[in-house]
């Protein structure tokens, strides 16, 4: 069965730095993408930046030029830099798999993502 497990995660300063990691088993790898996605107390889950089947990446407005997307397909873990990290940057961050054949308008979606990793805390004081 499909399982995604992320770490990384923990408590920093404003304007410091995290990486999170995703490693996925039990999927073909080239049927879906893979995308990080962030619910903060009281607030809808929400996309942050995905990877699609061509290795192109899209990034929610709020953490282009902070935020880093990145998979090492040998090792089927997907990786998320952050830096410059801000308060508003505090949530509960998951991985998600979704088809792959979604496109770039529906990539940040969680609606069309099936699967979920436990998720990963971040706080950022």
């Known amino acids: 069965h499909v399982q995604l497990v992320e770490s990384g995660g923990g408590s920093v300063q404003a304007g410091g730095s995290l990486r999170l990691s995703c490693v996925g088993s039990g999927y073909i790898d080239s049927d879906y993408l893979m995308g990080w996605f962030r619910q903060a107390p009281g607030k809808e889950r929400e996309g942050v930046a995905t990877?699609?089947?061509?290795?192109?990446?899209t990034y929610a407005d709020s953490v282009k030029g902070r935020f880093t997307i990145s998979k090492d397909n040998a090792k089927n873990t997907l990786y998320l830099q952050m830096n410059s990290l801000k308060p508003e940057d505090t949530a509960i961050y998951y991985c998600?798999?979704?088809?792959?054949?979604?496109?770039?308008?529906?990539?940040?979606?969680?609606?069309?993502?099936?699967?979920w990793g436990q998720g990963t805390q971040v706080t950022v004081s």
């Open positions: 998600g798999l979704g088809p792959g054949d979604l496109t770039v308008a529906r990539s940040l979606r969680p609606l069309y993502f099936s699967h």
């Open positions: 990877i699609l089947r061509d290795d192109s990446t």
